[in-house]
Each structure stands twice: as C-alpha cells, then as structure tokens.
C-alpha cells in the first residue's frame, strides 16, 4: 500500500463524516475561529485607548524592610476587580485594570518601574509612600522608546521567552519566609542573586523582566480545579475513583454468573479509614499545608516574560544562563518552579530556523513592549509576588542600584507662615 492509499484510508471515516455534517462543523469551526481573531483585535483595540503613566520607584538608602511590605502593594491593587457584561467583554474588549512592574537592567543600571493607567497613579503611589515613605517615585518616559521598535536588527540581538510554572497554579514557589539563615534566622533577600547578576552586565547590554498582572476575584480559590486538587492531596478524590466504570464490570459479569446459577454477591467490606495526619506522608502535608495558606491569598493573573536585549557586539547567552540561575532560587522541589516556556523561547534548532527565529524575536519583543498578556499565563498569590517583585534589603550592597541617599521630612511645626 501506497502513502496516498495509506492516508485515504486513514482518514476515509473522517472525510465521510464532514460530507454529511459540514453544515454543522463547518458554523462551529468559524465561529470559535472568529471569537478568537475578534476578541484579539477589540481587546487590543480596547488597551490602546487606556492613558497610561510609567514610574520609576527609587527604593530608600537605608532599607531595613523585606519583601513583606511590597504584598501589602499588592494587596491594595487587587480593589480594581470589576464585572463586565457580556456586551463590554465581547462588544467593547473591556478587561479587569492591569498593571506592570517590571525590574530592568539597562546596561548594569537597574531600575523599578510600574506602569499603570493613569487614573490609578494616585493609589499606586499612596500604596507605595505607605510601605516605603522614604522612597522616591518619578514620572518617566517609558524606557522602550529608547530602543529601536524592530529588533533583531543589523546592530541589535535579542533573546527572550514566557515563564511558565511546572505544577498547578495553587502549589506555591518558595516564598520569601522560607528564606532565611539556618543558625541566625536572618532573611536573605530573595532578591539579591538577581539584581547582583543585572548589575554586573556590560554598557548596551540588557535585561528586563516584566510582570503583567490583572487582580482576581476570591471566588478563583473556590473554582472547582483547586477544590479537586485539595482533594486529591488529602486523598479524599480516591474514593469517586473508577466508582462509574467497576460498577459497570459488576453489573456485566454477573450476568453471565447469573445463566449458569446463583450469584453471590460481595459484602461491601468496610474499612475504617485512618485520619488523615496519618495516612500522609511528612512531605505531603507540607504540601497541603502550602497550598492552602496560598489559596487564602488575594491572587493575580500573571503574564511574566523575560527579555535580554543587546548589542550584538558584546551579546552573549552567559548573561541569560547566569540570570536563570539565580532564578532557581525560588524553585522548591516539593512544591512548584518557574522555568521558562518552550513554545516561546527564541530559539530554534530545526529546518527553517533562519526565518523562524527572527520572527519570534520580534513576536516576543512587540508583547513586551505592548504589555499585553496573549501567550501563557498563571497565577501567583501577592506573597509569590512579594518574593520575585520587592525593593533589595540595605544590605544588598551593589553600586548598579540607585537609591534615595536622604530621608523625606516633614516642615517644622513653627515655620513662619508670612
């Protein structure tokens, strides 16, 4: 048999079946196909209306906090939740507020930026002179435009890609309260591996890192997946296991027991089961216990991207390895990490490469710089958030960090008033 006669009769059944039905699949596939192309075009429509405002936070000199202060930011941003009708989800493209915070290395220069809308700016920066009334907060042009609006390019090289987490969104990454010194207890900034590895890079070389965040509603902690994978930790999914498919072998064997003679039934034997402290391992409540305490934090859905970006005199792929390296610090092998997605990493291997990657490049660079969220996505709660977003404690000492060099004071209560 021929390869053609081969596939002919392959999909003979299914040929078949679109010749008498193509007046019901055909609809179907077009309308999915259409919500899709136009949900994309009126969204996007819909973000290019929005005023935005981008600002630079300049963390204080003296900086005594951790990242627990920056969950409480996070918290206050989740108050933009809003219900959309149909007609403004579908017809107009509305979607929940977001924002962006976003930890750049300009050529070994790093910076905190926030982009929001500006009908916002107020609240983010009270948010922000609460935590940290010390800190600096500036208005600045959006540091994108400073780089050409096509790369890769002739002088510019760029390599970049989605991250995605490994496990279901409710396992946790190691969070900021499980860093910390085994003989003092001193918390060790999350942070400081990172913003030492951007410091240290070359002029013209650099590397940004964007969070994309829309807050959620409570309601997402009680959506059915996360209720099923409690469930399935305490053990308690087994017992609806296969229940549908061994009644029905029961029913059809004892069928044909039943033409031969008298059936016996099994008595349903039962078992006295062990409270749970005792049927799970040490490893598995810590798990359960970690899932739970995330799911009673206020979440976001969270596009993250990574972004290296230079010229290509003096780009090199050692500043992207050092800079995952210092990412698998937030990796926990019992709970969840963040790696970044293939699908979407600018690399290629494969016939075609030499035009498949620099379209990549430029489909990854232009989502950066939109700020949109099409690609992959997950959720983190605000102290994940906390973790991989937060201003580097005092100690974290490198000279590539601007920082406020003096405390705000209030005027004196007996200045003259003339």
Known sequence: MDFLSYISNTFAPAITAFYYFWWIILPALLYFLFKLIWLDYIKKKWARSLQWTMLEIIPPKDLEKGPKPMESIFHGLIGVVVTFTAWENYGMGMFTDRFSFELVSLGGEIHFYVRVQTKYRTMVESHIYAQYPDAEIRDVEDYVKSFPKVVPNKDWQLWGADMELVEADPIPIRTYDKFEEDITG????????????????PPEQNLWLQFVLEPLPEKWKNEKKQKDLI?????????????????????????????????????????????????????????????????????????????????????????????????????????????????????????????????????????YVDRDMDGKKFVLSTSELATLYHFPHMEVKTPALNRVESKRGSAPANLPIG
């Open 231 to 367: 469930a399935e930790l305490a053990g308690r999914a087994k017992k609806e296991e296969n229940r549908f498919w061994q009644d029905f072998v029961d029913v059809f064997s004892n069928l044909f027991k039943g033409a031969l003679g008298p059936v016996e039934f099994k008595k349903a034997e039962k078992k006295e089961e062990q409270p749970l402290e005792f049927r799970l391992t040490p490893g598995e409540k810590e798990q359960l216990k970690a899932i739970e305490d995330n799911l009673g934090k206020n979440a976001f859905k969270t596009k993250m991207r990574f972004v290296y970006l230079g010229k290509k005199d003096g780009f090199s792929m050692s500043n992207t390895t050092a800079f995952f390296g210092a990412m698998r610090q937030f990796n926990d092998l019992n709970l969840n990490n963040i790696r970044p997605e293939n699908m979407s990493k600018t690399s290629a291997k494969y016939v075609g490469k030499d035009s498949i990657l620099p379209r990549m490049k430029r489909k990854i660079y232009r989502r």
């Open 186 to 201: 001193t918390m060790i900034d999350p942070l400081a591996g990172i913003v030492e590895n951007m410091g240290a890079l």
